[in-house]
DNA sequence: CGGACTTTTGAAGTAATTCAAGGGGAGTGG
DNA sequence: CCACTCCCCTTGAATTACTTCAAAAGTCCG
């Protein structure tokens, strides 16, 4: 019943949608399971890109290393999300680290495989053409929050961003469903987690977020886009 | 003769290099010529995504532009180069805009052609996908740079990439082969003219670079080497 | 209850921006 | 051909937003 209920799933992921069911069977056969403990690791930086993987549960969080230690957050994988589309490009290595950061469960096709499957179902090489888009673009917005804001409205943003993409309405607004360091803020904003905690307890004192420990409840979204998108 | 010398470089550009020559003919015969004067727009941010290019000669520069008017160059396109990936997902519009600076010449073709083709030929499917993860990791690795680097730093890297892309060497060292401003430099690497001007100035005086008016010429690649990849 | 993380907050320091003013090249038009 | 104008570039000085340094206070877990 695992697999039926994989497959139901498989069928929502952004890769696959739109595809009919017994295709999706034979994507699946193709396939192999993996489950990841949290803080376990998915690939590394470096690694050669042999497999690429599509998150049925759990979230996953992919991240760069400079030389010197210092890192920084890409960005958090939902279910549904895809991960390791280097593998798609011949003869290259992933840039970036995915972990866990809850237990997960994902399923993977080896390099040779996946480019079997898009070459025969053009449909999905479609929709990975939309996907890495959509990453691009994605992208190429923090691109340009980190090169022309503040840090407060860089903050703001991924705040916003982080409460669209895994926000939980509760009774004190709209929670973060994963744990979230002030550290993690910082290497997703682009500062250090001390400006983080400032400003943070700024907006709390404000009533805009309510936060914890390793957690974020965005309580007057609006009043956090007006702080994001005021112009200098 | 000008067809036949565009189906040349069409074959050698990074979305139909490896395809047969009768494919070319017809994949040329379904898109269109277009040409651009220096400074002229191909497309806007914003505007509805109907139509992919490859550049067959000339430079074309994509910018971001914010609300308030700040710009950042998110690219410079040389020959080969593709510009407009975004008609590939239906429905979106041009996440940047995208000008010639330089008088430069096009093939386009619209967003159903562009699809048929693919959805036909699945090596170029394969193509636009490593295109794409190309652009991505190019973006994810300035994303790391503006996220730890120092400003130095960051025009370092930022000048070494656009001579290893647009480089000519010279007697003078290698010159980067287009009008280049230190507004334009303070764009790409996210900080203001000023700052650019004092660095090259600096560098100037340590023999590492040689520049004039909108002008770039690198003479000492491993010395500005050294600069960019020093550790804090 | 000890110990390891995570967070907070002050104070000092600094890298880079902003402000301000002037200089120089390239092209235009008289 | 020279003068004028428009850009582009340079360089000091003042300002500031943010980091770094430092220390202490919470908070969770075994």
Redesign the pocket.
Known sequence: MANHSDLDILGRTELFHGMPSAMLVEIQAAGFRKKLASGEILFQQGDSASSLFVVIAGRLRATQTTLDGQQIIIRYLAPGETAGHTTLTRGVVHPSTVTAVDDSHLIGWSSDTIRKIMEQHSAVAMNALAVLAARYHEIQIRLLELSTE???QRIGHTVLRLANQAGRRTARGVEIAFPL???DLAEMAG?????V??I??RWEDLGIVD????QVVLCKPHALMAISDEQ?
């Open positions: 503040k840090v407060e360091s002030r550290q500062t250090t987690l001390h400006t905690s400032r943070l307890s936060c914890g420990r390793r200098a």
